[in-house]
């Protein structure tokens, strides 16, 4: 290539990478200000899993199975089953963790739970410096189903 052709590539160059900063600077930007600006989450967003309360009763929907428990890969779900005072097990969790910094969001456990009781919330605002703010327990994860817009898919349904 001589030197003539190098010229013109470098000058044709220059003319289209400057053509195409000037265009995007009329656009309006892709990005926002977070976070003073929220970006939107498409209905659907996972997060963290959390406890889903029935509305009628104000309990939880979990009884206590442990299938989500065994699904979680990382396993960062910790349950105890509730007994009463003969050693019966109740249907209901005595505890139930959660140990978001070891969470993949991969929603294994919500596909896995067979009594709609755990839902994926589109809560992004969790971090913490301290790991141990990371592990919530049974009312945690109940007050963020409240709080949050959460949903249950499961088999590639929204349900
Ligand atoms: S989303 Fe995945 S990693 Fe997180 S708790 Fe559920 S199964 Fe475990
Ligand atoms: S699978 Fe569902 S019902 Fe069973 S322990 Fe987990 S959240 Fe509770």
């Given at each position: ?12 160059s ?7 900063t000037i265009d995007?600077m ?10 003073e600006?929220?970006p939107p ?10 406890l ?11 009884v206590?199975?442990?299938?989500c428990?065994?699904?979680c ?18 249907s ?8 978001l ?19 994926m919330?589109?809560?992004?605002e ?5 790991v141990q703010d990371?592990?919530f327990?049974?009312?945690q994860?109940?007050?963020l189903?409240?709080t949050?817009?959460?949903l249950?898919?499961?088999d590639?349904?929204?349900?």
């Open positions: 290539m001589g030197t003539l052709e190098r010229l013109w590539h470098t000058a044709k220059m003319v289209v990478g400057h053509a195409i995007e009329f656009h309006r930007p892709v990005t926002v200000r977070y976070p600006e929220k989450f498409e209905r659907g967003s996972r997060s963290v899993p959390v889903k309360v029935n509305e009628a009763t104000g309990r939880l929907n979990c206590s199975c442990g299938l428990e065994r699904s890969p990382p396993g960062c779900i910790e349950i105890v089953q509730a007994v009463d005072e003969s050693g019966r097990k109740k209901w969790p005595e505890s139930f963790h959660l140990d910094s070891h969470c993949m969001v991969c929603n294994l456990c919500v596909e896995a739970c067979p009594f709609d009781a755990l839902e919330a589109d809560v992004v969790l971090s913490s410096y301290q990371l592990r327990d049974q009312d994860l109940a007050e189903w409240k949050s817009r959460s249950r898919v499961a590639g349904q929204k349900l």
